[in-house]
């Protein structure tokens, strides 16, 4: 796959997963609302709940995509820190699944439960369900940017494209190791996402990427 069109997936995957959850998920999200008011919610849009992870899920995807295409184009091969940063990759995305299914299909299963019994809300299922979904996602995050902003520095060592849009990559990683050890802070996430975003739409956009490899001098 070429790198364009492999960035061109992941600005279209991401932004759509983003524009949907702020405009469909957001009463649903940790941290946003209430137990209570999630519940309520979660219940009557259990169907947009389900398509919004979804939509993350395949985000996740188009990021391991485009990140694959870079290093195959643009970094040697046979490498021990390019296998590493393959294993981390899959361990990352291993993760954030994980938690990406937890709250897609355990959460509003934890509610439904608790409102069939009449129950507690704080002493249920559900925050255990929460806790759980938001340690997966945590370390999730942090192997994937740990991972993001590697492959970025190795792709700046290389020299091959531009150092000052590499930078992007670079801090959507790092803002994404340090949303995982403040909670998901939620200048930190956006802060990634759009630095992600913007690198992926000047990847797209560019129609002729330098060669990897250097050009031989004529005898």
Not at 155 to 163: D, K, T
Request: glycine share 6%; aromatic share 14%.
């Amino acid at each position: 796959m070429k790198i364009s069109h492999a960035a061109r997936f992941a600005t279209v995957t991401f932004l759509i997963a983003a524009l949907y959850t702020g405009w469909q998920m957001w009463p649903g999200l940790y941290l946003v609302n209430e137990l209570s008011l999630r519940q309520s919610w979660m219940l009557d849009h259990a169907l947009q709940w389900t398509l919004g992870c979804w939509l993350w899920l395949l985000s996740l995807f188009s990021w391991m995509v485009l990140l694959i295409t870079l290093m195959w184009s643009y970094l040697p091969a046979h490498r021990v820190s390019g296998m590493l940063q393959s294993g981390l990759m899959i361990i990352a995305a291993v993760l954030a699944i994980a938690g990406i299914t937890v709250w897609m299909n355990v959460l509003p299963a934890a509610f439904a439960q608790a409102t069939s019994l009449q129950a507690d809300l704080a002493t249920g299922p559900a925050p255990i369900v929460d806790a759980l979904a938001l340690a997966l996602l945590g370390s999730g995050c942090l192997m994937g940017g740990a991972t993001t902003a590697w492959i970025a520095y190795d792709l700046i060592r290389q020299r091959h494209l531009s150092v000052t849009w590499l930078l992007l990559p670079l801090t959507s990683g790092f803002c994404l190791i340090f949303a995982s050890f403040f909670q998901f802070n939620l200048y930190l996430l956006l802060t990634s996402l759009l630095c992600w975003l913007t690198w992926c739409i000047w990847l797209s956009i560019q129609r002729d990427l330098p060669s990897p490899f250097p050009t031989w001098p004529e005898a």
